[in-house]
């Protein structure tokens, strides 16, 4: 079983930094891509940002050039800073692993959720 833990998420006002922290714990075998999610009420969850264990990244269009996703592989840890802020970005984001076992099976695991509040 493993465990993510979010922190860093709160009231920003628009034009603001945040930076979310996510760690992973547990039984960890191997982690393969970390990121984040995230859903605003009345919506469905999207994708904002995930990293490969290797480093690769992808962005969702709306966070793209405002957001650097970053992971730290000793920690088994990942990082989203979120710069320029927009209201249009209150959600509750969720950070999530793709964890692999010693057999090769896979399986998502999710955080609790932290919520992110940009006024305006």
């Known amino acids: 079983q493993v465990q993510l833990v979010e922190s860093g998420g709160g009231l920003v006002q628009a034009g603001g930094s945040l930076r979310l922290s996510c760690a992973a714990s547990?039984?960890?075998?191997?982690?393969?891509?970390m990121g984040w999610y995230r859903q605003a009420p009345g919506k469905q969850r999207e994708l904002v940002a995930q990293?490969?264990?290797?480093?690769?990244?992808n962005y969702a269009d709306s966070v793209k050039g405002r957001s650097t996703i970053s992971r730290d592989n000793a920690k088994n840890a990942v990082y989203l800073q979120m710069n320029s802020m927009k209201p249009e970005d209150t959600a509750v984001y969720y950070c999530?692993?793709?964890?692999?076992?010693?057999?090769?099976?896979?399986?998502?695991?999710w955080g609790q959720g932290t919520q992110v509040t940009v006024s305006s």
């Open positions: 999530y692993a793709d964890h692999a076992n010693w057999n090769g099976g896979r399986y998502d695991y």
């Open positions: 547990g039984r960890i075998y191997r982690i393969n891509t």
């Open positions: 990293i490969t264990s290797g480093g690769s990244t």
